[in-house]
Nanobody
């Protein structure tokens, strides 16, 4: 079955950087749309960034210019490089795989905390 394992979360000061990784298995990674979502306490889960199989990317307005999503097909891994982090970026970050446009798979989440 599809498994997504995130890593790289942690505590960082405002203005700092973190890189999240999501290792995928049990899926044809190269054809999936991969994404990062986040959920802050008391808020709904929201899309942060996604990358399509052709390499095109899409970002939430709140992270444009600060976050970069990328994928490595040889390692079946998707990354989220987060720069200039703000306290409002604090959330649990989830990796998502979208297969054939309809099947959603999620990782267990990784906590990102940005202190002011």
């Amino acid at each position: 079955q599809v498994q997504l394992v995130e890593s790289g979360g942690g505590l960082v000061q405002a203005g700092g950087s973190l890189r999240l990784s999501c290792a995928a298995s049990g899926t044809n990674f190269r054809t999936d749309t991969m994404g990062w979502y986040r959920q802050a306490p008391g808020k709904q889960r929201e899309l942060v960034a996604r990358i399509f199989s052709i390499g095109a990317t899409h970002y939430a307005n709140s992270v444009k210019g600060r976050f970069t999503i990328s994928r490595d097909g040889d390692k079946n891994t998707v990354y989220l490089l987060m720069n200039s982090l703000k306290p409002e970026d604090t959330a649990v970050y989830y990796c998502n795989a979208l297969k054939r446009g309809v099947e959603n798979y999620w990782g267990q989440g990784t906590q990102v905390t940005v202190s002011s």
